[in-house]
């Protein structure tokens, strides 16, 4: 536990309550280590851990963290289906834990098309957790931004000419409660991990004030400390959302 940092913390305020994670670079952390990529996703199943716990333990409401989009399908089969298989074992592994620690299990995308074992073990973890009230755990599985999207527009299309609603109606609170997301608060804080400086299909509608943080450290060396400090970098930061730094601060 890295004291000083979590004081520091608690002394400056302003905890972000909702953090997304992009946990990019578990491949590259792989190779740079001489292992086979599954190895780096292994190995980030425990930054995964530490996280979470780090999150629970410091007062974070929700934390939402992109485990597998709709696009890495197209990756090799074998990769994938490690994967998968991952995914299972540590859902069953770890959600005697999470339990215990009163974390909320829950998912955004579509499980549906996962397969069958992954996505039972998954709602099986949900089930136990269900009624938990610290922190909010979201995976984001076989999840794409767009198409999150699209099915919103098209429900409300459906609302329209059924009659149900006229297009007149239509706004940012109407169309958020067609997302995925629709109990949960926009994110304050993003850290994208692995280097990269892109959003990569995800929250693009829910990250539209969200304040970015993105690190050259690969995910499965992403620990403690490298998320405290990232707080501590958001806690810095004055979210204007559209005004004048005066009018903010008046």
């Known amino acids: ?5 979590r004081e520091k913390i608690v002394e400056q305020g302003n905890l972000p ?4 994670i992009i946990m990019d670079g578990n491949g590259r952390w792989a190779k740079a280590n001489n292992l086979p990529r599954v190895a780096g996703h292994v190995e980030g199943i425990n930054s995964v851990r530490e996280i979470v716990q780090v999150c629970g333990e410091i007062g974070v ?24 298989k991952l995914l299972l074992s540590t ?6 834990n999470l339990n215990k ?10 499980i549906n098309d996962l397969p069958d074992n ?26 794409s931004s767009r198409q999150e999207l699209l099915m919103a527009v098209q429900r409300i299309a459906d609302k329209i000419l059924s009659g149900e609603m006229n297009s007149n109606q239509i706004s940012e609170a109407i169309f958020s409660r067609e997302l995925y997301t629709v109990d949960i608060p926009d994110p304050d804080l993003l850290i994208r991990t692995g280097g990269e400086s892109r959003i990569s299909n995800f929250l693009l509608w829910q990250l539209a004030y969200t304040e970015f943080f993105l690190t050259d450290i690969h995910w499965p060396d992403f620990r403690e400390e490298d998320l405290l400090n990232s707080i501590i970098d958001y806690q810095g930061r004055q ?5 004048i ?6």
């Open 91 to 96: 859902i069953k592994k770890e959600v005697g």
């Open 1 to 5: 536990m890295n004291k000083s940092l």
């Open 61 to 84: 409401s929700y934390l939402t963290l992109y485990t597998f989009s709709n696009e890495n399908w197209k990756r090799p089969q074998k990769e994938v289906s490690a994967i998968m």
């Open 17 to 20: 309550a909702h953090i997304a």
């Open 118 to 143: 992954s996505r039972q073990g998954i709602l099986e973890g949900i089930e136990v957790t269900k009624n938990n009230t610290g922190l909010n755990l979201i995976l984001a599985l076989n999840y």
């Open 239 to 243: 979210r204007r959302f559209g005004q």
């Open 245 to 250: 730094e005066e009018q903010v601060s008046a």
């Open 101 to 110: 620690n009163n974390v909320r299990l829950s998912t955004i995308g579509n």
